[in-house]
C-alpha cells in the first residue's frame, strides 16, 4: 500500500505534528492496521480507503484505535487533495465520530469537526497531586482539561506520567491559559504513552468553545506549547469547530504486507 508522512498544523518538515498516512484499496483486518500502527511508532496512523464520493478514515495509536485525531485528518486531506484528487477543492471523510468535511481555505485547509462541550468540575486533592499543582479551574470531557493563570505556567510544566496515569478516566491531560500573542495556547500529555503530543486537533473542538465562552469571540488563533509547536486557526460555528492549518510532506513510499 502507499504510504504517506506528512507534518499537520505547519508548513515546515519537523515542525508540527507527524501522521502516517496508509492509502487502502481494499479492506484489512483491525488487527493488521494496528500492527502498521504499532511499527510505524507514530502518535497516530490514518487509514484511509475510498468509498465513493467520500473515503473511509480510521486513527490508530501504536497500541489502539482513536475516535477522532485531528491532525491526522488534516494530514490526510493533505495527501487526498496534493496526491490522489490534486484537482478537488472539498474531501469527506466517513469516521467513528461522524462524517468530516475538509476544503481549501487560501493557503490552509479548514477542518469542520463536532463540537464537544467541557463541564467543569470541582479541583480535587487526586487531580491536584497528580498534577503537581492547584490548578484555577478544571473541566471534563474526553480529556481532562486544566486552566492555568499564565502561558509560563503551560509552558514550564514538567509531567510525571506515573502520576498522571492515575487520572485514569481520561484519554488525555491538557494544560492552557490565555496566550500572549494569540488567544489561548495549550499542551498535550497522553499519559497511556507516556508522551506529550506535538499538536492535537482533537483536544482542540472542546478547547474552542470553552475558550469561546471565556473570551467572548467565537474566532481565536491558538498555539501548542510542544517543542515541535504549531498554530491553529480556530472557529465556533452552530454544531461545530472549525480548524484551519497546513501540511508539510516529510515521506512517501511503500509498505508492503
Same mark, same amino acid.
Given at each position: 500500500?502507499?504510504?504517506?508522512?506528512?507534518?499537520?498544523?505547519?508548513?515546515?518538515?519537523?515542525?508540527g505534528n507527524p501522521a502516517g498516512i496508509c492509502v487502502?484499496?481494499?479492506?484489512?483486518?483491525? +488487527?493488521?492496521?494496528?500492527?502498521?500502527?504499532?511499527?510505524?511508532?507514530?502518535s497516530e496512523t490514518a487509514f484511509l480507503r475510498k468509498?465513493?464520493?467520500?473515503?473511509?478514515?480510521?486513527?490508530?495509536?501504536?497500541?489502539?484505535?482513536?475516535? *477522532?485525531?485531528?491532525?491526522?485528518?488534516?494530514?490526510?486531506?493533505?495527501?487526498?487533495?496534493?496526491?490522489?484528487?490534486?484537482?478537488?477543492?472539498?474531501?469527506?471523510?466517513?469516521?467513528?465520530?461522524?462524517?468530516?468535511?475538509?476544503?481549501?481555505?487560501? +493557503?490552509?485547509?479548514?477542518?469542520?469537526?463536532?463540537?464537544?462541550?467541557?463541564?467543569?468540575?470541582?479541583?480535587?486533592?487526586?487531580?491536584? +497531586?497528580?498534577? $503537581?499543582?492547584?490548578?484555577?479551574?478544571?473541566?471534563?470531557?474526553?480529556?481532562?482539561?486544566?486552566?492555568?493563570?499564565?502561558?509560563?505556567?503551560?509552558?514550564?510544566?514538567?509531567?510525571?506520567?506515573?502520576? *498522571?496515569?492515575?487520572?485514569?478516566?481520561? *484519554?488525555?491531560?491538557?494544560?492552557?491559559?490565555?496566550?500572549?500573542? !494569540?488567544?489561548?495556547?495549550?499542551?498535550?500529555? !497522553?499519559?497511556?504513552?507516556k508522551l506529550e503530543d506535538p499538536v492535537t486537533g482533537?483536544?482542540?473542538?472542546?478547547?474552542?468553545?470553552?475558550?469561546?465562552?471565556?473570551? $467572548?469571540?467565537?474566532?481565536?488563533?491558538?498555539?501548542?506549547?510542544?517543542?515541535?509547536? $504549531?498554530?491553529?486557526?480556530?472557529?465556533?460555528?452552530?454544531?461545530?469547530?472549525?480548524?484551519? $492549518?497546513?501540511?508539510?510532506?516529510? *515521506?512517501?513510499? +511503500?509498505?508492503?504486507?
Amino acid at each position: 500500500m502507499k504510504y504517506y508522512v506528512a507534518d499537520a498544523f505547519t508548513d515546515e518538515i519537523f515542525k508540527g505534528n507527524p501522521a502516517g498516512i496508509c492509502v487502502l484499496e481494499d479492506i484489512i483486518p483491525d +488487527e493488521t492496521m494496528q500492527k502498521i500502527a504499532f511499527e510505524n511508532n507514530l502518535s497516530e496512523t490514518a487509514f484511509l480507503r475510498k468509498t465513493g464520493e467520500a473515503y473511509s478514515l480510521r486513527w490508530f495509536t501504536p497500541t489502539f484505535e482513536i475516535d *477522532l485525531c485531528g491532525h491526522a485528518t488534516l494530514a490526510s486531506a493533505f495527501i487526498v487533495m496534493t496526491y490522489l484528487e490534486p484537482t478537488v477543492n472539498t474531501v469527506t471523510f466517513d469516521t467513528m465520530s461522524g462524517a468530516i468535511t475538509v476544503k481549501r481555505k487560501g +493557503e490552509a485547509l479548514e477542518m469542520s469537526l463536532p463540537v464537544r462541550i467541557p463541564k467543569k468540575i470541582p479541583v480535587t486533592d487526586e487531580i491536584s +497531586e497528580a498534577l $503537581g499543582f492547584v490548578p484555577k479551574e478544571v473541566y471534563s470531557e474526553r480529556d481532562l482539561y486544566i486552566l492555568t493563570d499564565s502561558q509560563a505556567d503551560v509552558e514550564g510544566y514538567i509531567p510525571d506520567y506515573d502520576k *498522571l496515569k492515575k487520572l485514569d478516566k481520561w *484519554l488525555g491531560i491538557v494544560i492552557t491559559s490565555k496566550g500572549n500573542d !494569540c488567544d489561548f495556547v495549550s499542551r498535550f500529555f !497522553c499519559p497511556e504513552l507516556k508522551l506529550e503530543d506535538p499538536v492535537t486537533g482533537s483536544s482542540h473542538i472542546t478547547l474552542v468553545p470553552l475558550w469561546s465562552e471565556k473570551l $467572548g469571540k467565537s474566532e481565536m488563533t491558538a498555539r501548542q506549547l510542544s517543542k515541535r509547536s $504549531g498554530t491553529l486557526y480556530c472557529e465556533l460555528c452552530p454544531g461545530c469547530v472549525k480548524l484551519s $492549518g497546513k501540511a508539510a510532506l516529510y *515521506l512517501s513510499g +511503500e509498505i508492503f504486507i
